[in-house]
């Protein structure tokens, strides 16, 4: 299409009116401007319009921008009538708003993935697009992206435009980041001191009044407590972002993912610590905890399942379920009394109950691997015996009152247990029962640790609580219980050989017992019972008529290694540890 290059300036003539390209002066290198003007393809309606700018200082800085716009006009092929009209409408608000010209890579860009060539995208308009696309996002998994979305990315990046996002843009917002974080920390210090001192001052007297209506006035001017943007939200922030970047890269938006090149302080995962003897003692003093994550060893849960069963909670079979199971907060919530198998002693772990805000949602488990079967022991499968025994038992005193709301474990009334309360009251029950503080989640790190300590498979532990693969078991559950770690230390301290003088004194040999010999023996007399079982069948006589000759032989036998234990078994049949706890209930 046509094109021209002028040269005009502002020189009037003697009755004022503007020379123009009439202007002697124009051959003066320095004088005068240059302007062009580019036809563009006619608009829908058919009328004419052209691309003018002007300003230029030198011609060829002009037929640059006219070779630019002409450049542009042609990624559209020439028989492409609808994108030369595209490019044509894109030109003609750029050159309308003297807004410099796009980028030529970048419009081919947008032409090829259908965008608008004429308006560009902020990173807050895309994140809202992007977020509103996840629709195989479960609840909460939405509502983080959500949060990290609205409360801190939009806010402080969100008016940027998403093809100029820059590594600097997101340096300043974790800066900025921090710096809030400092301020939130020392106004949480400023109202927790004057909290404290308003608990110092007496209640009676009236300067004492005085002094407490001054300081009440003084915190209810403060800010409220806040919680920082912890490490580990930080790194889920730029998460988010990297993952809506690399949707907007795939759909041809951008070309550069600036969340990918952003260095991070490392977030440290806090470590798992069991409750020892030293660690109590020193709580005890100081009421510091001294791992945000903290365990109890199998004493202390036994303890704490024994207060439970001696005040005789009616959630006793839920806490038991957690302990030994791992199921987490709304898994535990979420189970239905259909997900049981009696017969088959499992539990499906099919739903959980999530809490958005204070309202509870019912959804799929956390992850696919949360979606599990899980084996019961006879000991927890008594236990939701006695379960659901008390649940028949308040639904017939509620009578038409009753909710039913199909959960294993319900309120009295039947309706489904919230998840936050379910928190709350275990945290009075800890407290009640005088052990050392662990949140709810942390009993499901009490699971863990007693199935590893009592040697279970990692690959076992991990299908049991849900994982998606055994190296997050590995990661997250390392803490170990004591007793088992010294057992470690010991067999590994045994396998170096010493000199006499530094070797520990040993036991007297006739004390040692052979395991193999053990195990023979032990053979040996299955070997023999089935034995007499199978005469005495033949020849029509009982047991005890047939059998005082083999018993006699049988007197020296140990009754432990044959004989039932009341309590729960942690681990295979092969080296297995038992956990005590109340005796099981045995059939009249």
């Keep these: 299409m046509n094109g021209t290059i002028t040269k005009r300036c502002g020189c009037r003539d003697a009755e004022g009116r503007q020379l123009n390209s009439a202007c002697t002066k124009l051959e003066q290198r320095h004088h005068g401007l240059f302007s062009l003007v580019q036809e563009l393809p006619t608009r829908t309606d058919g009328t004419r319009r052209r ?296 539990l499906t772990i099919a739903t959980q109950l999530v809490q958005d805000g204070w309202e509870v949602i019912e959804n799929a488990p956390k992850t696919d691997s949360g979606e599990r079967v899980v084996d019961l022991d006879e000991y927890t499968a008594e236990t939701l015996d006695d379960q659901a025994a008390r649940q028949e038992a308040e639904q017939l005193a509620f009578g038409e009152a009753w909710i039913d709301s199909g959960r294993l474990f319900t309120m009295p009334d039947g309706a489904f247990i919230h998840p936050g309360w379910l928190t709350e009251y275990f945290e009075r029950l800890v407290d009640a029962s005088g052990l050392p503080p662990i949140r709810l989640h942390d009993l499901r790190h009490v699971a863990a640790s007693l199935m590893l300590a009592a040697g279970v498979d990692i690959k076992i532990v991990s299908e049991t609580l849900g994982h998606s693969e055994s190296r997050i078991t590995r990661d997250v559950y390392q803490s170990v219980m004591p007793k088992a770690a010294r057992e470690a230390a010991e067999a590994t301290a045994a396998v170096v050989p010493r000199g006499a003088a530094r070797t520990p004194e040993q036991a007297p040999a006739e004390d040692a017992v052979d395991p193999r010999v053990e195990q023979a023996a032990q053979m040996a007399i299955d070997h023999l019972v089935a034995k007499i079982l199978e005469v005495a069948e033949q020849e029509g006589r009982t047991v005890e008529e047939f059998a005082p000759t083999a018993l006699a032989r049988l007197a020296g036998q140990d009754d432990e290694s044959v004989g039932n234990s009341n309590g729960h078994t942690m681990a295979t049949h092969v080296g297995a540890k038992i956990i005590e706890f109340r005796p099981r209930r045995v059939p009249a």
């Excluded at 640059?64 to 006009?73: G, P």
Aim: charged content about 30%; proline content about 3%.
């Design 51 to 346: 691309f003018r700018r002007s300003g230029y200082r030198t011609k060829t800085a002009a037929q640059t921008d006219i070779d630019k716009v002409r450049a542009l006009l042609n990624i559209a092929d020439e028989h492409d009538a609808e994108g030369r009209t595209r490019l044509a409408d894109m030109l003609e608000t750029v050159g309308a708003s003297k807004d410099p010209l796009p980028d030529h890579e970048e419009t081919k860009r947008k032409f090829a993935t259908g965008q608008s060539l004429s308006q560009h995208m902020t990173v807050g308009e895309w994140l809202e697009l992007w977020l509103a696309g996840k629709k195989a996002l479960r609840t909460s998994g939405k509502n983080r992206y959500d949060t990290d979305i609205r409360v801190h990315l939009i806010p402080r990046i969100g008016h940027i435009r998403l093809d100029r996002l820059t590594v600097a843009h997101l340096d300043e917002m974790f800066t900025a980041i921090a710096e809030a974080n400092i301020e939130i920390n020392d106004a949480n210090i400023l109202r927790r001191t004057a909290i404290d001192e308003l608990k110092l001052i007496p209640w009676k007297g009236l300067e004492s009044r005085r002094r407490r209506k001054a300081i009440k006035e003084t915190i209810a001017a403060m800010d409220p407590f806040r919680r920082i943007t912890g490490l580990s939200t930080q790194h889920h922030i730029k998460a988010t972002l990297r993952a809506a970047l690399n949707v907007a890269i795939a759909r041809g938006w951008i070309i550069f993912n600036a969340a990918a090149h952003v260095e991070l302080e490392a977030a440290k995962r806090p470590k798992a610590l069991v409750w020892t003897e030293e660690r109590v003692a020193e709580w005890l003093r100081t009421g510091i905890k001294p791992s945000p994550v903290m365990v109890w060893s199998p004493e202390q849960a036994g303890q704490f399942l024994d207060f439970l069963a001696d005040t005789e909670e009616r959630l006793y079979g839920l806490f038991h379920l957690i302990t030994f199971r791992g199921l987490r907060r709304g898994e535990a919530c979420g189970l239905r009394r259909t997900d049981r198998a009696r017969a088959a002693g499992t």
